[in-house]
């Protein structure tokens, strides 16, 4: 790639993701054209159509994945049961085994971990998901860790939701400037925790995750835990990567 070449950054859209997931680091990363020109954001699915999501509303991918081969950068956002069918999307698994070798970075969001992992690109590295999606993470392969982001060479993954937000910022600040970074953080109105830099008065945003437990109960948490999905829809070639019982109120506090 010259200096002067676009430089895509690619959301993959499949049915039934997380739209926060992929809508968060979206905004942040649009951003990037301000400050060098090189930079486009697209949304890539299969086919260009409408596409359904976890919530009453469907997303339109910008180009299919044959219009963007070698993205700078791609991105995986996560969801519940369309990521787990995700997982086993041929078409889907092909895009990112090709696109992955030449990318200059290779991201998720919460679950999208799960994708990657499942298409065999996060063997055996660091790497984050929500934390209902730890235990599976590590049984497919790659090492878990209790973090808000984690860098692992040219991967990079976010743990639940708003992580992918901080994801976005740091990386933002990777590709351009931290300048950069904290005027989308101030347009958005992130309140993502900052940590002293390598040098005086620069600092970045931080990838640890909040010092203190959210003081909720189990009973709770139950009704929104994204991994009580009924075992009877999940796809038999991807029941072996998910546990026996879904996270629910009985088990919950262990993956706290």
């Not at 359904?52 to 994945?65: G, M, Q």
């Not at 956002?77 to 990521?83: Q, Y």
């Not at 976005?168 to 950069?180: F, I, N, R």
């Amino acid at each position: 790639m010259t200096d002067d070449a676009t430089r895509t950054i690619a959301f993959v859209l499949y049915p039934g993701l997380t739209p926060l997931d992929m809508i968060g680091p979206l905004q942040v990363l649009a951003s990037l054209a301000t400050a060098d020109p090189r930079y486009a954001v697209t949304v890539v699915a299969e086919r260009v159509e409408p596409v359904i999501s976890d919530l009453p509303v469907r997303l339109t991918p910008e180009k299919a994945f044959d219009q963007v081969p070698d993205p700078y950068i791609v991105v995986v956002p996560g969801g519940t049961l369309g990521t787990v069918r995700a997982m086993v999307d041929p078409v889907l698994r092909a895009y990112l085994v090709a696109a992955a070798p030449t990318a200059h970075k290779v991201a998720s969001v919460c679950s999208g971990a799960l994708i990657l992992t499942a298409a065999g690109l996060l063997d055996g590295r660091n790497a984050t998901t929500h934390w209902a999606f730890a235990e599976q993470l590590n049984r497919l392969g790659a090492q878990y860790q209790r973090q808000r982001w984690v860098e692992d060479g040219k991967f990079l993954c976010s743990a639940g939701v708003s992580a992918g937000i901080d994801m976005a910022l740091h990386l933002a600040a990777e590709l351009t400037s931290e300048q950069l970074a904290r005027s989308a953080q101030l347009m958005i109105e992130c309140a993502a925790r900052l940590v002293a830099g390598p040098s005086s008065g620069c600092c970045s945003i931080t990838s640890a995750p909040p010092s203190t437990p959210v003081p909720w109960r189990v009973s709770e948490l139950s009704p929104f835990c994204p991994m009580a999905i009924p075992r009877r829809l999940i796809p038999a070639t991807a029941s072996r990567v998910l546990p026996r019982h879904p996270v629910g109120a009985r088990n919950l506090a262990h993956h706290c």
